[in-house]
Structure formats: structure tokens, C-alpha cells
């Protein structure tokens, strides 16, 4: 016997559309298919490198790195970005500095500095 979800759904459900952005990940996937720069290839990475890497973060940092932060990024990571941009005759401080995990939040950031 197969259960039938579609009736057991919320009537709001049905005029959910899919995420735009969930579709292009999954063509992303596909091996060939270039993106850029959206997603990268795993090949761009070196296992060694981020395996050193968080290493040294959860030896120097566990506590912190383990647990959710400011939305808007990594102030101390923020600080070194505003700072290395002067030199581009970039004034930005520290406010002016948002890290991302992603293209999504990049939309949304890029999206919402656009309104």
C-alpha cells in the first residue's frame, strides 16, 4: 500500500516553487559544467591544505569556530579586508565588509545593497 502525500500536504504548499538557486546547484554539478565563479571545483582544493587548516583553527579557536557568528562574517577576517583594500584607495571599514559562505547570500547581500 502507497501513501498518497499530496493530499496530506498544507494547501500553501501548492504554490511553493522550487529555489532557483538549488536548481543551478545541481546543474553545477554536472563535471561539465563550468561555474563561475559560483561554485568551485574540488579539484581547486588541496585536501591537505584544508585538513591543516582547520587543524589550526580548532587547536587555536574550538570553542569559537564551533559555534554560530554574526551574520555579517569573521570581524577579525572583516578588519584585515577593510585594512588590504586601502591600498586600492578603498576607504571601507569594517561595516562596509560582508562575508559570505556563498552565491546565495552574495545574492541576497548584492540584492539588498541594491534597494
Do not use: H
Request: hydrophobic fraction near 40%; proline fraction near 3%.
Amino acid at each position: 500500500m502507497s501513501t498518497v502525500w499530496t493530499s496530506r500536504y498544507a494547501l500553501r504548499t501548492s504554490s511553493v516553487k522550487s529555489s532557483t538557486i538549488r536548481e543551478l546547484l545541481k546543474i553545477a554539478q554536472n563535471p561539465e559544467i563550468i561555474s563561475l565563479p559560483a561554485v568551485c571545483r574540488l579539484q581547486m582544493f588541496s585536501a591537505a591544505s584544508v585538513s591543516r587548516a582547520c587543524r589550526i583553527v580548532l587547536d587555536k579557536k574550538a570553542v569559537s569556530a564551533l559555534q554560530y557568528g554574526a551574520t555579517e562574517g569573521y570581524d577579525p577576517l572583516r578588519e584585515m579586508i577593510a585594512a588590504n583594500i586601502s591600498r586600492y584607495g578603498i576607504g571601507a571599514k569594517i561595516e562596509n565588509v560582508l562575508i559570505s559562505s556563498g552565491s546565495p547570500e552574495c545574492a541576497v547581500a548584492q540584492t539588498s545593497l541594491l534597494s
